[in-house]
Nanobody
């Protein structure tokens, strides 16, 4: 069974960077499209970035130009580089498979605050 584990969250000041990691296990990682999602307090979970098996990326308008999703198939990992962070980016961040969703992990908390 596919398992995804997020890490790398923390407290960062507005304008700062942060890099999240998603570790994948349980299947052939390279064939999957992977997405980063986030859920802020009191809001629905939203998809912020995706990367296909061949490296094509897509971003929500709210993060375009600031976030970069990437993958390393040799390490079975997906990353989310977040730059120019804003307080409204504060949320729990999750990774999952948009086309074939699996169980949600615990996510990693990102807090943007001075």
């Amino acid at each position: 069974q596919v398992q995804l584990v997020e890490s790398g969250g923390g407290l960062v000041q507005p304008g700062g960077p942060l890099r999240l990691s998603c570790a994948f296990s349980g299947s052939i990682f390279s064939i999957y499209t992977v997405g980063w999602y986030r859920q802020a307090p009191g809001k629905q979970r939203e998809l912020v970035a995706t990367i296909t098996s061949i490296g094509r990326t897509n971003y929500a308008d709210s993060v375009k130009g600031r976030f970069t999703i990437s993958r390393d198939n040799a390490k079975n990992a997906v990353y989310l580089q977040m730059n120019s962070l804003k307080p409204e980016d504060t949320a729990v961040y999750y990774c999952n498979l948009p086309i074939a969703p699996t169980s949600w992990g615990q996510g990693t908390q990102v807090t943007v605050s001075s």
